[in-house]
């Protein structure tokens, strides 16, 4: 079928029947925001921060969720557009705990509150992803304002009882990225939509806790969250987005190889997120690979070779260890020859420690017996 | 895996047998189940109902270890109703013939009494396998877990070959690895009969490339000993040093009384690992290892991709990474080994020496990995194999096998199979996950699952505390009376020591490839006096 054309903020482009207006933006490098738009889900035009102005339209349409049209002529960038995005954003702010460092209406400057709580990093009023969050990020593009006085927010405790997952519902603005990634993306159907009372919540079914729900804990939503709403247990109070490094690395549980963030802080990992695009996993991780990485730093690590002497454990250099398993391999290869030692590699470890391990058979004890778990 | 986990966004069908992928490759299952909800078909072939049966257009609930049984007569039917694809049939194999008489033997009838299902059911999907083109098989350990492993594997590439899916993007014969690097360690040579890249020990031109390159004299020319040989050998002296790297083998092999037995007759055992385990109990030597995130390598995952593992934070006190372990060892027996990183290693040696990765270099792999064979360092990849129908030894070959069931079968002492897996909240033996805050609150102790059914014949509750006995050894577990299980059936993971599956695991072995059957052995229930 031959593509289409349209003008998007007077260029013109061209799509294919049945993209949306905010695909083919994209595909053209014209950037739109969006907030509720999650990647590989259907689309639900929840937010309103993709609005954009259609000509012929009487009211902005969001861009996420309406289809491009032959000689359709769209504005991104329009007065009205800024204003309606701005408004929504305040109005988002002003329905939840968002203590994010907005300008205050009466003065430009921070409020006295908001330069209070960012002094000390681990402040309990400082939100959690206080520098990554959608929702700041938008309130600071938009030059949005609000005073603490606006909030119709009341008084929400945060549901701490899950292992893992903190959910704050006083942060949650809605948007349903966490339904569509619990739903569409890793399909637990563990979450949904209540409507209850006039009163939009993200629920499990009978709006119980996590923990005793379909929840698999699989952190997707965590990841999906533009806010501070559902946060990961562990990482509250070790990480912030401005003193941890990211290095990207492979799971170290299943064979399916997801490529994992790890976000570095102090020398340890105090957070792990999933690779947005990358092969094979496209971002998604599950409750080990996002969860599963502090067994690095419990204090039962062995820090020392040890040797058994008298039915007891002791510690020992590295040469007297390494000097003593040659010494009896020596023994062992002159006595009955090479064939009388044996090693199980790892099937954990890198594919250059499993290297050596063969090479250090074959090439120097001089046998086959080499072996791993792959058939047990 | 023959193919990628990118197509599995894209295929039409799917035919998962003997793998529980929600809770054992649960990423991947996401993307199954993505394509299910946009209107692929899956049938799932496997005895318990998990959570993939949910998703699935059909469910087969096959007797465990009836496998061959099933796919002989899904061949049976798709010959006989001629729906087989006669050009791929004609042009891409042999042996044809044999297979199209010998499975005469297996017609719906025979395979219902054997399988426990309807005869109905087994029309039912060689009839739906026909209808679409291609479908792309998975499975895991349940198919390979058992006496007759290697048959099971066999009869998978029979039928896929029978139905023309092989070659071909959103087809082919695709086993979810287990762990992290099980393809690596394979592909780097940790096999008794076969060098880096599956090059032949017992071949002399094989041998003569490595002599050169590793600058040593004959190399040794005969297949070495596979683990359950090597832990005999410890028995009978026929192995005095042993040297695990890695893997908690006292509580992973079938058997545990027997593996400790044949652990603590080692002469000389060297234990190379992160924790103290139950392994390590019997070492005479323990060296500290850096673990995952403590240095640079790479992993290979299910796909035959290559990705690379980086340093995050430093290895606790004097642990070291084993890569340098080995070399000092060399050093101390006389071999001074140039590389000293694991990009060294890899890139000067691992690639040059093995035609499959030749193009695979670190500077090619910072971000996404490389599928093997990649020839060269223009290559992209591979994501397929056997395009379009060449297969590596020419023509693929049907090779008819024969149903065998289990080595122990349930008869009145033992009246129950035992078929053991993996849980999603913990890892093997918990050495990794029972030290991440969080997982244990999530599961924190082993259960027997067993079906209503079985727990009204024998007067169980939810949640009792029973005894599971079997041959060789007997643990008590709580009992989690569930319908995922079918009857006749206790289902055990051997995550926790304690109630440890391997207590009464059967230490029967596939006589080609010596794995376990841990999918099947006999046990009883008892309630606790």
Redesign the interface.
Known sequence: MPDHKMLIDSREVTFKPGMTILEVAKNNGIKIPTLCHLKDATPTGTCKICVVEVNGEKDLVPACSTPAKKKMTVQTNSKRTIKSRRTTIELMITSGNHNCGVSGKSNGNWTDFQMKAIQYENSDELCPVWGDCKLQELAYQYQAKMDRSDSIWKSDSPELINPLIIRDFSRCIKCGRCVQACNEIQVNKAIDYSYKENDIKIITPGDKPLVDSDCVFCGECVQACPVGALVEKKSKDKWRPFNSKKIRTTCPYCGVGCQQLLHVSKGQIVRITGVEKAEPNKGRLCVKGRFGYDFIYSKERLKTPLIKDKGHFRKASWDEALDLVVKKFKEIIAEDGPGALAGVSCARSINEDSYQMQKLFRSVFKTNNIDHCART | MTN???EFKKAKMFLIIGSNM?Q?????S?FV??SV?KGAKLIVVDPRKHKLTD?ADIHVPIKVGSDIAFLNSLIHVIIDEKLYDKDFVTSKTENFEELKQKVKAYPPETCAKICGIKTSLVYEVARALAKVKPVMLCYTLGITEHTCGTNNVVSIANLQMLLGNLGVECGGVNP??????????????????V??GYQT?VDKSCRKK?ETF?K?K???S??????PE?ME?LVDG??????????N?AN??PDIKKVEHELSSA??L?VQ????NETTVF???????A?????D???????R??????????A????????W??????K??G?E?SSSS?KE??DD??SIIAPAFTGIKYSRIE???LQWPCSDENHMGTKFLHKDGYFTKGKGSFIHVDWTPPAEIPDKKYPLVLSTGRR??H?HTR?????????N??LGEETADISLKDAKTFKIDHGETILVSSRRGKVEVKANITDEVPEGMVWMAFHFRKNNANWLTNPAFDPI????E?KACAVRIDKLL
């Open positions: 990628s986990f990118s929600t054992a490759h649960p990423v991947a996401t189940k993505n909800q998703f979810l690895r287990g762990q992290n690097n099980v393809q690596g360690a394979c592909d780097m040579g940790a096999l008794p009969n060098f880096p020990v490595f590793w040593v004959t190399l040794p005969e297949n070495g000993l596979m683990i090597m050998g026929k192995v005095r040093g042993f040297y695990i790297f890695g893997e083998l992973t092999e002469q000389f060297v690992d992160i924790f103290l070492a005479d030597v323990v060296l500290p290892a673990a995952w995130s403590e240095n390598g790479t992993f290979t995952n299910s796909e991709r290559v990705s690379r593992v980086r340093t995050a934070s430093k606790p006190g004097e642990a070291k990474p084993n890569w372990i080995f070399k000092e060892i060399a101390r027996m071999h080994w694991a290693i890899w040696e691992c971000e996404d990995g999603l909240y890892y050495t990794q996950t029972g030290r991440c805050e969080g997982l609150d999530l490839t010596l794995t376990a841990y």
